[in-house]
């Protein structure tokens, strides 16, 4: 049988088209055997080739490339498919569009609109009609976005195209979906015009036709009769433009049922799902949910720290909904304890935490036999036992030993296949231990998923958060260490939110390690996580380009570099004319003059504790004190209380450095200090040798990397990416490299707008003009003070110049942000060309005088310059008011109806 391709390609001069695919004829996918096209000019490619007759189906993708075969660029997405039926018909006419990498619509090809959002009805595929003396022409298009209710079609010029009568389409079905296919039989005599549409049932009529030009099916590639024409068209045209759309964002902790136990749990998901369809939002996205409980202090409330990144939660368990409950439970006393906890304005973590992992082991003990034996954890166990297993192992020598630290576990501090077989074998005396923990899982699974299933039957993405690290005493870290740099601790650098930096305390990854199976630790993570979401968060995803790292025995972000980074070699600083000074530049520059300056009258027992006197009359850290830890383990010495105040600017002290030597290079390679304009060390140079450096900083930092940081990126996202089909956000936000942006729109990846925080260094709040359609906009996040807050605690003239320049309101700004002030912010976000906005709940309340917090400093939910802040923020309402307020709910509706984003 005979395949003719066609497709419409505009190249550059020495670029030429050809197809690849799975079978011989085209290569076996090897690029050098791919058949090569032929031009014929404007643009027109084609190619026929005899294919074997054992083929009858097909993949192939068109590629870009040089005039030798070196590739350029490809056919954006999944494989094409062909199904060859040789005895309908002599040759395979293929006439195909390139569908571009960059498309703005190549994000709804992911499950969050596939599988939520557009997920269509059945329409079947109706056959052509009998084919006696004419040709079949089999009409295609790719077109995710479809409302359930509506079907794509066909209308053009010829009868069978209903002669343009919008009652008499071509219907196509959704077998494929998001391919759309509909065959007809057409008389090969002329041109044909045509455009795609949508087609409502009960109007029985097209009710949209794509706007722009009519397509055209002209007589060069028209089939003759017995010949099938195959004809695959991409992006439907829609008069609306971009699809956008809007979600509230809220910590599962967060929320308030009326029946809750002090804290969120996985089946209050539910109503948070029906108040956001109920005001036409279709997206609920909620902060990491994994296991985070170390110490069993309200410590664990910070929901990044997570000892498994697999397991869920126990935090989040509804007890009520496990089976056997109200039987084994006695409810006057857990009814008088849920009221206790629920009427609280903030969550108790530990309280909640007790509670719930008490009656869930009343209910394990009463049915743990039926339960281990039951065919549901059977198959649950058996999918994820891979993770389940370590998990529970984990927990339970956590609560042996009384720590995470598996360093202290003596002879299970080590783990290996074999311990774990033998510990968690049935039978062992503490196996009963050891299931409590799978239960759980089972349950906390269970619940997720009811709730994710949920949601998507009714068309809202749930959207789950990645961290980007993992804990140092996690499961992961205790199986895996290899994976991990655990010598390495990640932060973030000195920014406008903290002067210190961050300190994560997470172990870096080790990415060559990783990629030696293909990122498999990465994708399974994934995986897990497209079991409950349609859409994630990275956190941090600067992480996969450059991670910011600490050494161990330091303590502050300031004292972090960026890797991997490409160092800066001794002989640089003399190909500038730099003299370089090892003690000057890699050891604190401490002289008389700022000890007085420091610490006044205590200087001199600064000076005998802690320093020693060089032959220049300057100062260095005596040996027992060179390193943060060293200082912090000095005044964690009760003896010390009274000097307590001298850590931090001893602190301070320490990073009193310009560059930090790369360990293992023998003095040859070196990071410069992220902030070393702010030291006291550059400050007191030369104005020669400052110009000099600034200049070597300028180019470290914004142009030596980029191609570096670019690769490092492109060698891990693309694998992580492709593990599933969930659409990606990745938070951008700090100090971004400019080889980011690209690398994000090349990969589809979303990026994340603040208005707080713009990416042009030329203006002070975001701007319209610089927001990429495949965006997230939000006004704030969990990491930062929402809007009434920022409004009261920032600065007056930054408030004045937001009120007047960016809402485009006279006069003085009120002193708190008003109702109308929450108003004009949110529906300039809604306004925004950025696929996605965002709302934290509080922002949202914020348009209700009845409804907002009475105090905004009560919305904050983290405070990241306080290392060990309290996660406890909650929702001072229950869901089921929430879902009661007309008048608010109505409001909303408004908003999001006459921005087109409902």
Excluded at 459 to 477: E, F, M, N, Q
Excluded at 635 to 643: I, L, M, V
Excluded at 811 to 837: D, F, K, N
Excluded at 839 to 861: V, Y
Aim: hydrophobic residues 40%; glycine residues 6%; proline residues 5%.
């Amino acid at each position: 049988m005979k395949i003719s391709f066609h497709i419409n390609y505009r190249t550059a001069w020495g670029q030429r088209l050809v197809v690849t695919g799975s079978a011989p004829e085209l290569g076996n996918w090897d690029l050098s055997n791919a058949l090569r096209l032929e031009h014929v000019g404007n643009g027109n490619w084609v190619q026929t080739l005899e294919l074997d007759d054992s083929v009858t189906q097909f993949e192939y993708k068109y590629v870009l490339t040089d005039e030798w075969l070196n590739a350029l660029d490809e056919d954006w997405g999944a494989n094409r498919k062909v199904t060859v039926q040789k005895q309908l018909s002599q040759r395979v006419i293929l006439k195909d569009a390139w569908r571009a990498k960059l498309h703005p619509e190549n994000a709804l090809y992911t499950s969050a609109f596939e599988e939520v959002i557009f997920k269509p009805k059945k329409y079947k595929t109706k056959a052509p009609g009998s084919a006696k003396e004419k040709a079949v022409v089999q009409f295609q298009m790719h077109a995710p976005r479809v409302e359930p209710h509506l079907q794509l079609c066909v209308s053009g010029s010829d009868p069978a195209l209903g002669n343009w009568d919008l009652t008499q389409p071509l219907l196509l079905g959704s077998e494929k979906f998001p391919l759309w296919t509909g065959a007809v039989t057409i008389q090969p005599n002329s041109a044909i015009e045509y455009k795609f549409g949508l087609y409502d049932a009960k109007a029985k009529k097209v009710t949209m036709l794509e706007q722009g030009p009519n397509r055209l099916l002209d007589w060069d590639v028209f089939p003759a009769s017995n010949e099938v024409l195959i004809v695959t068209d991409e992006y439907f045209n829609h008069p609306l433009g971009n699809w956008k759309g809007a979600g509230v964002a809220m910590p599962v902790f967060s929320l308030r049922s009326a029946e809750g136990l002090g804290v969120g749990e996985f089946t209050d998901i539910r109503l948070l799902v029906d108040w956001a369809k109920k005001v036409g939002l279709r997206m609920v996205q909620i902060l990491p949910i994994n296991d985070t409980n170390a110490t069993n202090t309200w410590v664990d409330s910070y929901p990044y720290a997570s000892i498994s990144v697999f397991a869920l939660h126990p935090l989040y368990l509804n007890v009520s909904e496990l089976e056997g409950f109200k039987k084994i439970i006695d409810q006057k006393k857990y009814d008088a304890e849920r009221k206790q906890l629920n009427a609280l304005d903030v969550v108790n973590y530990e309280a909640a935490m007790e509670l719930k992992l008490q009656y869930a082991r009343q209910i394990f003990e009463a049915q743990k036999d039926t339960f281990l034996k039951s065919a549901e954890f059977q198959a649950f166990m058996k999918e994820s036992q891979h993770w389940l297993k370590p998990y529970a192992l984990f927990c339970h020598l956590r609560d042996e030993h009384g720590t995470v630290d598996f360093n202290q576990w003596g002879k299970y501090s080590k783990f290996s296949e074999k311990l774990l077989k033998k510990e968690t074998a049935p039978g062992t005396p503490h196996f009963d231990k050891i299931a409590f923990y799978y239960f759980l899982q089972y349950h906390l699974d269970r619940q997720l998923k009811a709730a994710a299933g949920y949601a998507r039957e009714n068309g809202i993405v749930l959207k789950g958060d990645i961290p980007i690290g993992i804990y140092r005493y996690s499961v992961d870290a205790w199986t895996d260490p290899q994976l991990y740099n655990m010598n390495g601790q990640s932060g973030a650098p000195p920014d406008p939110f903290s002067d210190i930096g961050q300190n994560w305390g997470f172990p870096t990854y080790d990415w060559e390690e990783m990629a030696k199976d293909g990122f498999q630790w990465w994708q399974n993570r994934l995986k897990q996580l497209s079991r409950y979401f349609d859409a994630f968060r990275i956190d941090h995803i600067l992480g996969f380009f450059r991670i910011w790292e600490i050494p161990l025995d330091q303590i502050e972000g300031t004292m972090g570099y960026f890797n991997k980074a490409l160092p800066v070699q001794l002989h640089e600083f003399r190909d500038r004319g730099i003299r370089f000074e090892y003690s000057r530049f890699c050891k604190p520059y401490i002289t008389p003059e700022l000890l007085n300056q420091t610490f006044g009258e205590e200087a001199l027992f600064v000076v005998e504790t802690f320093l020693d006197r060089t032959a220049m009359g300057t100062y260095l850290f005596k040996e027992n004190y060179n390193t943060q830890r060293k200082i912090a383990a000095f005044f964690s010495n009760p003896e010390q209380a009274g000097k307590v105040h001298l850590k931090d600017p001893l602190f301070k002290l320490i990073t009193n450095v310009l560059f930090f030597e790369v360990p293992g290079s023998d003095g040859q390679a070196f990071h410069p200090r992220i902030d070393f304009f702010n030291t006291y060390s550059y400050k007191q140079l030369g104005e020669g040798t400052r110009r000099k450096l600034e200049e070597l900083y300028n180019h470290y930092f914004y142009q030596k990397q980029e191609d570096f940081w670019r690769e490092q990126a492109m060698m891990k996202l693309p694998a992580i990416k492709d593990a599933t089909n969930m659409l990606i956000c990745g938070e951008d936000l700090g100090m971004v490299p400019d080889c980011v942006p690209g690398v994000m729109r090349d990969l589809g990846i979303l990026t994340l707008e603040i208005q707080r925080m713009s990416k042009n260094p030329k203006t002070e709040f975001l701007q319209a003009e610089d927001i990429p359609y495949q965006s997230v906009c939000s006004p704030s996040t969990h990491d930062m003070p929402p809007l009434r807050l920022w409004w009261e605690e920032s600065e007056r003239p930054q408030i004045q110049r937001f009120y007047n320049r960016v809402l485009g309101l006279s006069g003085a700004a009120p002193a708190s942000c008003e109702t109308y002030v929450a108003e004009r912010v949110i529906r300039q976000h809604l306004e925004w060309p950025g696929m996605w906005t965002v709302f934290p709940i509080q922002d949202l309340l914020a348009l209700s005088e009845k409804l907002r917090r009475e105090n905004p400093a009560e919305e904050r939910i983290n405070v990241p310059a306080i290392s060990q802040h309290y996660w406890q923020y909650r929702l001072h309402l229950n869901l089921e008011q929430l879902l009661d307020e007309a008048e608010f709910n109505n409001r909303m509706t408004e908003l999001l109806q006459s921005t087109r984003r409902s």
